[in-house]
């Protein structure tokens, strides 16, 4: 049978800040598009969203930044941005391109 929570152990390993619940998603990207290594992209979250490196793993401050920048929440409220309004301003926030993004702006729908 194995172990239940073997599988949940290494998802919360694996996703390290905590994904949407603080800014681990916000890291992980900028490690992948730009190829930084993970101290780098920490630093530049930090910068863009105006916190320090360590509130980017605290989920109390980073909802209320989330939803302030309207980049998106695990929880969003109603009338908060979700889904492609909050990938818009994820590149508007971060400086980086989002290929869904720049795909509409080429066909004139932002």
């Excluded at 905590?18 to 101290?39: N, S």
């Excluded at 863009?48 to 360590?54: A, C, E, N, R, T």
């Excluded at 941005?81 to 994820?90: H, N, S």
Aim: net charge negative.
């Amino acid at each position: 049978m194995g172990d239940p929570l073997g599988m949940a152990i290494s998802h919360a390993i694996a996703s390290g800040m905590g994904g949407m619940r603080t800014a681990g998603d916000l890291v992980a990207r900028m490690q992948m598009t730009r190829g930084m290594k993970i101290d780098d992209a920490k630093s530049y979250v930090a910068d863009k969203l105006d916190v320090s490196v360590s509130d980017l793993t605290d989920p109390v401050i980073m909802t209320e930044v989330r939803e302030d920048l309207e980049i998106g929440s695990l929880t969003p409220l109603p009338g908060c941005a979700k889904g492609i309004e909050a990938k818009l301003r994820l590149s508007e926030v971060l400086g980086i391109d989002i290929n869904c993004i720049r795909r509409l702006k080429d066909k004139g729908l932002f």
